[in-house]
């Protein structure tokens, strides 16, 4: 972590669930929806392109034959320590969901839940500054937001963006005999969780605040050029999660090469350590009935493919030979690896092997 002039606060002292971004366990998501039924869940119809309905990244309304609106929104309690470094996190996550969509960001409004009377004011503050530094980076003005007092701090925002209505990705696009393409490496939760028991390597830390402050820019605008229809971002459900509500969406199903999807430094021995966020227990849980992992798969590994991540990269399902997309965003410095295919079978079927 970056260094902190707040003496020996430690923000993740102050989070309960630290260690993921907190989302809500996809088997309790899943029974809000169906308690809810069509109520607050409007499916695409009409101008409305992608509803909550539809599972996606962000919801997407088309203003004209040239333009569509995102709007999407992110925020979690903190997975870092140092307040900069949290707010740069939490707003290129909230930003990824426009470029999971294929759009840009436009605009955005900081989201901020913060215990005035124990922490001062001045270090949220820094969590701002990072946020909008992280916003400017992505060419997004941030124009403003909300603030309420809360035990436990929370920082995110609410995001516009930009896209073409014909030129959207979405999960329910992905066709048999596709490619799936990792753009960033695994390992966040872990990594998090270490950061909170005082035990990841600085090596560990600096790769991981370095991968959830990257962009995924360059990614989607990569991804498009190539004629990519089909993707989604990996933040909480973990690689294997958001792969099999992508399969499902598509009605098919995938298969992982464990030993090919990257992972950052450490993580491996995190796992091995006990290192595991509550998130990620929570996805193994759920996707247990979902899930094979094959028997030459390490436990390690295994673990590391459901692992909750906090702003992670981009999953690509490309229909063409997948060489050039892989080798543009490696030109271009996105450590992009070919982890797996899909294929005709149940839907959100997932094997490890």
Known sequence: MGASSYGTVKLTALSPGAGCACKLPLSKLEGLFASLGSAGLEAASGDLLIGAAEGDDAAVLRLDDERALILTTDFFTPIVDDPYDWGRIAATNALSDVYAMGGRPLMAVNLAA??????PVEMLADVMRGGADAARAGGCFVVGGHTISDPVPKYGMAVVGLAHPDRLLAIDQVTAGCRLVLTKAIGTGVVSTGVKRGMASSE???????????LNAVASEVALAAGVKAATDVTGFGLLGHLHRMMRASGLAAEIHAASV?????AVELVAAGFVPGGTNANISHLADFVTIGSGVSDELGVLMHDAQTSGGLLLAIEDDPDDLLNELRDRGVPAALVGSASHGEPGRVTVV
Do not use: F, R
Request: charged share 5%.
């Open 114 to 119: 913060w215990p005035g009377d124990a922490l």
């Open 204 to 214: 560990s830390v600096a790769a991981a605040v370095a991968s959830m402050t990257t």
């Open 262 to 266: 990257p992972l950052l430094p450490g």
